[in-house]
């Protein structure tokens, strides 16, 4: 079993910043590779940012690239999303995940979940 715990949510202007951060424990074995989701009011979860180890793998979705910036300790124990620059449509729960295997940016492949954070950004 893995337990996520995910912090650092809140309200900010667009233009702000903020960093969550995600609180592993548990197997590490079961977390090769872990990363953020968000989900929207009305919305699907969609895929945020990855991070993987051995080999060592980032990846963003378009429409965070640039802005974002995922990292981790090499003991898998803590992940974070540097969000800067934040827009109104980055307003969303922000969730937590982590699989075995590879880096995925499909919500199917992900078997461990956090509870989620509440970002809300204003204009």
């Known amino acids: 079993q893995v337990r996520l715990v995910e912090s650092g949510g809140g309200l900010v202007q667009a233009g702000g910043s903020l960093k969550l951060s995600c609180a592993a424990s548990g197997r590490t074995y079961s977390r090769d590779a872990m990363a953020w989701f968000r989900q929207a009011p009305g919305k699907e979860r969609e895929f945020v940012s990855a991070?993987?180890?051995?080999?060592?793998?980032?990846r963003y979705s378009d429409s965070v690239k640039g802005r974002f910036t995922i990292s981790g300790d090499g003991a898998r124990s803590t992940v974070h999303l540097q969000m800067n620059s934040l827009k109104p449509e980055d307003t969303a729960v922000y969730y937590c995940a982590a699989r075995r295997g590879g880096i995925a940016s499909t919500e199917k492949w992900y078997d461990s979940w956090g509870q989620g954070t509440q970002v809300t950004v204003s204009s």
């Open positions: 991070i993987m180890w051995n080999p060592d793998s980032i």
